[in-house]
């Protein structure tokens, strides 16, 4: 019963640096997404991806990379960490039509 | 412009009465489904209920209940018999049947706050 998956929980890293935030979900859904949370401002949509080598950009996408080479994972990459890149990270999955299960969240802080 | 918008920031009920939280949303596609999400404070999303734009009828999954008034292009959540436990952020989304994919645009949220 693991639905999605997301680590890791919590990460600090140094400007300049790289990473990949893992996802992984269970339910064999199609869609998955990534979108990130500041305060105020709700979620915005990064990345997204509707199968298997099929990736787009959503509403934030600078800064960030994606692949989808299984339709289980889709991890986000952070290519040169930035502050403007402190947030937390929730990655989606869902079938058509359906509501977005989301994973617990990745807590990034880049000083 | 596709937008969801929240004017609640916060919200305090007391616990066992009714409250309505705030989402009116505006876009151009004439299909398009609605989402309630809530955030406790140990930080998941949990989705609540939702609402298709032809559905004639208003969505209710338990104590919530989404009151969908299309011509003002609104759809508020009513929570029935408040709970301590309903202490969280709430945050209303929309995906329009021409994104076609799992994006949803989000709201800023509104945070409720119960008390005995």
């Known amino acids: 019963n693991a639905g999605v998956t997301q680590t890791p929980k919590f990460q600090v890293l140094k400007t300049g640096q790289s990473m990949t935030l893992q996802c992984a979900q269970d339910?064999?859904?199609?869609?998955m997404s990534w979108y990130r949370q500041d305060p105020g401002m709700g979620l915005r949509l990064i990345h997204y991806?509707?199968?298997?080598?099929?990736?787009d950009q959503g509403e934030v996408p600078n800064g960030y990379n994606v692949s989808r080479s299984t339709t289980e994972d889709f991890p986000l990459r952070l290519l040169s960490a930035a502050p403007s890149q402190t947030s937390v990270y929730f990655c989606?999955?869902?079938?058509?039509?359906?509501?977005?299960?989301f994973g617990n969240g990745t807590r990034l802080t880049v000083t | 412009a596709q937008k969801i918008t929240q004017t609640q920031p916060g919200m305090f009920v007391q616990e066992k009465e009714a409250v309505t939280l705030d989402c009116t949303y505006d876009?151009?596609?004439?299909?398009?489904?609605l989402f309630w999400y809530k955030q406790p404070s140990s930080g998941e999303m949990i989705f609540l209920i939702y609402?298709?734009?032809?559905?004639?009828q208003n969505a209710t999954e338990g104590r919530y209940s989404l009151n969908f008034q299309k011509a003002r292009k609104s759809a508020n959540l009513v929570i029935s018999a408040s709970q301590l436990g309903d202490s969280a952020m709430y945050f209303c989304?929309?995906?329009?049947?021409?994104?076609?994919?799992?994006?949803?645009?989000f709201g800023t949220g509104t945070r409720l706050q119960v008390f005995p």
């Open positions: 989606a999955s869902s079938f058509a039509n359906s509501p977005l299960h």
């Open positions: 339910m064999n859904h199609e869609y």
């Open positions: 991806s509707v199968g298997a080598g099929i990736t």
């Open positions: 876009t151009s596609d004439p299909s398009y489904g």
């Open positions: 609402q298709g734009s032809y559905d004639q």
């Open positions: 989304a929309m995906r329009p049947a021409s994104y076609n994919t799992d994006k949803l645009i």
